[in-house]
């Protein structure tokens, strides 16, 4: 499917309890681990389930707050019907962007959908002047497989509060402005202080 079969659109704030309408199930044989300091692909069974009214009303009250602080929704639609959401937080620090979330529907995906919304909102982030972008990525192949495609790369620099939240994540970079290898490692520029 080409980019043309959908729309990508900002939304409004009313908008967000439509992220329950994207279809999140998903399996895989396979997940990514942190080992001494490297991912690993590791051979594992694993689902994700429809995920319960409750928690999806919960995910939008925080994302509502977070657009309230400035973040960015967009929403991927084929005519009205929503089929994937992408959320930017443009500040996690002062020059670090967080992407914090991105769903396609499970029968939308792998045309293009994710890219589309992902490169939407690493372009905002670098008009907000953002040097890097931070993801808390689950550890399904699919997903961090995606991520490591689009060039980020895990960083042992994570955000305390992130990985306190979410520890079996991978925590990824990505370079946004122009300054040297991407290599994981938090450039120096930005070593000052903590991250959370």
Known sequence: MADADFELREMTRSEIGRICEIDVTEEGTCVYKWVNGQIQRVPEKWQRR????????????????????????????DGQRL????????????????????????????????????????????????????VSACPSESACGFYLHEGFRPTVWVHRELYDREPEDIHMILAL????????????????????
């Open 50 to 77: 429809p995920r319960p009214v409750e928690d999806w009303r919960g995910k939008a009250e925080r994302i509502k707050l977070a657009l309230d602080e400035g973040g960015l929704a967009i929403g991927a639609f």
């Open 83 to 134: 089929v994937g959401f992408v959320f930017l937080r443009h500040r996690l620090t002062e020059k670090v962007a967080l992407l914090q979330a991105l769903w396609v529907s499970r029968a939308w995906r792998r045309r293009g959908i994710a890219t589309a919304l992902l490169r939407r909102v690493l372009d905002a982030a670098r008009g907000e002047g953002a040097r890097l972008a931070y």
């Open 177 to 196: 402005q122009p300054s040297g290898e991407q290599t994981g490692l938090w450039p120096q520029e930005l070593a000052e202080g903590s991250l959370g």
